[in-house]
């Protein structure tokens, strides 16, 4: 038997309708080079709709893809909903990609208009010959179009300005997809996640709950986490939803700029990965803001260091929540908060150490964690298990690529990453699979002993590596760039003498090279598919062969 409810589909269309509807004057803010931009969601409400007219008298179908190029701003945030709105695919491309990744994906998506920031012409000027289905690009500019070889091109606001401000957005099925995001490629080529409306919907009401990330129509929500990354991690969406105050920091993501608009538009919520918060860390620790009105920094993407909690903490009172998830999981997974009865009970000291894990699985993500023969590891905090998720804004499969084969298992997602999970159900990440150094049958974790190498005074920076090994099928390497000033006078010895103790004897590394510097990929993480080629022809000392037992 059916439940008799109305047939009312749960789409994006509905956060922008209300929030025009009840929230008219809040202000959303964005920093342009222009200067500071102040409308409202009246303002985006009909910009929107003008635009997704516009977008349809282009030529715009339902179900084509409509790629942005752009930086974080108000006219980003209508092509958030103009598009998905008229039931085409909002496809945000990653600016920061190396131009051959985003020429693939432009291509693998078939992209049939770019709406890109003036200031970002440049990178799509060299590429246009390879984008070979692309039938037009719209310009974001302030003032008159500047020159370019793009063709054919369109001014952003010469659309919206013809568009038909009684144009009304169709009523499209919850199961549309609405969004598409590519993986940041940290392995292989860029995967596409393709979310529906109602993944999203669904998300977005989970993320807004109190113990998620909590957001209330008294907020002031400053998205720092890009839109071209998973939706900003959904923060335009939740906002607009509660009705909460916008700003949008544009292209200005030094500290000192992301300080000052804190301050200047009394910002409540915010999120990034943790580069840019230590960079605020470090900032204001020498020049003063009142950053008073703020209520909690976001931090995910990658792994957030104790320190970094507990400093904003101790010296400025400002509380560092940490959230993991995946551009497969559109993207929200686990949020670390401790739970009522631990927050009574741990000392301080534990207490940090829970934040410092990922958190608990936010409600319907389901979780499990498996070993090398695909048996469930227990919640000890102490066995090691890929972590596998299912859930509603979960993908089913990656969009027309052979490697969804491998990345589910018996209806579950396979994350890549390698953790533990507690009796209370806080995941710790200690590694992702590939990167994880299979010695003699065990595990040990890269990311830990990194993490410790890069506590040293002298270390600046450390990867390790797994290296083959005749004996032990595996062994770690690590690869560490000293600080400048102690370049030339760090040692092996130091670096080991300084692991042991901290860890099993056979989990050390069996060698430790200094080099000056480690690649990076586009979003700022150690690329150790390019540091693991730079080591292909590596063999270890004579000497170390007996190593690890
Ligand atoms: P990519 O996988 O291409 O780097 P994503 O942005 O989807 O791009 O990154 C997802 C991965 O980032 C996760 O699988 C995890 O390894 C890592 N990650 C995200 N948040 C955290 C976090 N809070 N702590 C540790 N790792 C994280």
Not at 58 to 78: I, K, M, Q, S, Y
Not at 316 to 336: D, I, K
Not at 392 to 409: K, N, Q, V
Not at 414 to 434: A, M, Q
Request: glycine share 8%.
């Amino acid at each position: 038997m059916k439940g008799l409810m109305m047939d009312y589909p749960l789409t994006l269309t509905h956060f922008l309708e209300r929030a025009a509807k009840l929230f008219p004057r809040k202000e959303i803010v964005s920093q342009l080079p222009s200067g500071t931009h102040r409308y409202t969601y009246a303002d985006l409400h009909r910009r929107a709709r003008r635009l997704a007219s516009a977008l349809e008298r282009l030529g715009v179908r339902p179900g084509d893809r409509v790629a942005t190029f752009a930086w974080n701003h108000h006219r980003h945030l209508e092509l958030y909903f103009a598009v998905p709105g008229l039931g085409a695919v909002l496809h945000t491309l990653n600016i920061r990609l190396f131009p051959d990744q985003i020429a693939y994906i432009v291509n693998h998506a078939e992209d049939k208009l770019i709406v890109v920031d003036d200031s970002l012409l440049p990178v799509l000027e060299k590429l246009q010959d390879k984008l070979q289905g692309v039938q037009g690009y719209v310009v974001m500019a302030d003032g008159p179009l500047p020159e370019t070889t793009l063709a054919p091109v369109y001014s952003y606001e010469e659309l919206v300005e013809q568009g038909d401000e009684a144009y009304e957005f169709p009523r499209l099925d919850e199961d549309d997809a609405a969004i598409m995001c590519y993986t940041s490629g940290t392995t292989g080529n860029p995967k596409g996640c393709l979310y529906s409306h109602k993944a999203l919907v669904v998300h977005t009401l989970v993320e807004c709950l109190p113990d998620c990330l909590g957001l209330s129509e008294r907020d002031v929500v400053m998205p720092i986490v890009p839109m071209f990354h998973v939706n900003a991690w959904g923060l335009p969406f939740a906002a607009t939803l509660v009705g909460a105050k916008q700003v949008h920091p544009g292209p200005f993501l030094h500290p000192r700029d992301v300080a000052a608009l804190i301050q200047q538009e009394r910002v409540t919520i915010t999120a990034g990965v943790p580069t840019i918060w230590i960079g605020l860390y470090e900032l204001l620790k020498t020049e003063r803001y009142d950053l008073s009105s703020l209520r909690g920094i976001i931090v995910g993407g990658s792994a957030v260091p104790k320190s970094l909690i507990e400093g904003f903490e101790r010296d400025f009172g400002l509380q560092v929540v940490q959230a993991w998830g995946m551009t497969e999981m559109s993207p929200l997974g686990t949020v670390s908060r401790p739970k009522s009865h631990l927050e009574a009970t741990l000392p301080e000291e534990e207490l940090l150490e829970l934040r410092a894990k990922q958190g608990i699985p936010a409600p319907f993500v389901e979780l499990r964690a498996v070993d090398d023969q695909g048996r469930e590891v227990p919640w000890d905090g102490r066995t090691m298990g890929e972590l596998q998720v299912r859930g509603p804004w979960i993908i089913r499969e990656y969009y027309h690529d052979p490697r969804t084969r491998e990345a589910f298992d018996r209806g579950w997602f396979r994350t890549g990453d390698v953790v533990t999970i507690d009796p209370e159900g806080y995941i710790r990440i200690v590694d992702r699979t590939k990167d994880l150094v299979k010695s003699g049958g065990e595990w040990i974790s890269s990311v830990e002993l990194e993490n410790a190498i890069m506590a040293h005074p002298k270390v600046l920076e450390a990867a390790v590596i797994a290296i083959p090994h005749p004996k032990w099928q595996e062994r770690p390497l690590a690869v560490v760039v000293p600080k400048d000033e102690f370049k030339g006078q760090i040692t092996k010895r130091e670096i080991l003498e300084f692991l042991s103790g901290k860890f099993a004897k056979w989990w050390l590394p069996d060698d430790v090279v200094f080099v000056e510097r480690l690649p990076k990929t586009s979003v700022g993480k150690f690329d150790k598919k390019a540091l693991r080629k730079q080591f292909e022809s590596y063999t270890w000392p004579p000497r170390e062969e007996e190593g690890a037992d």
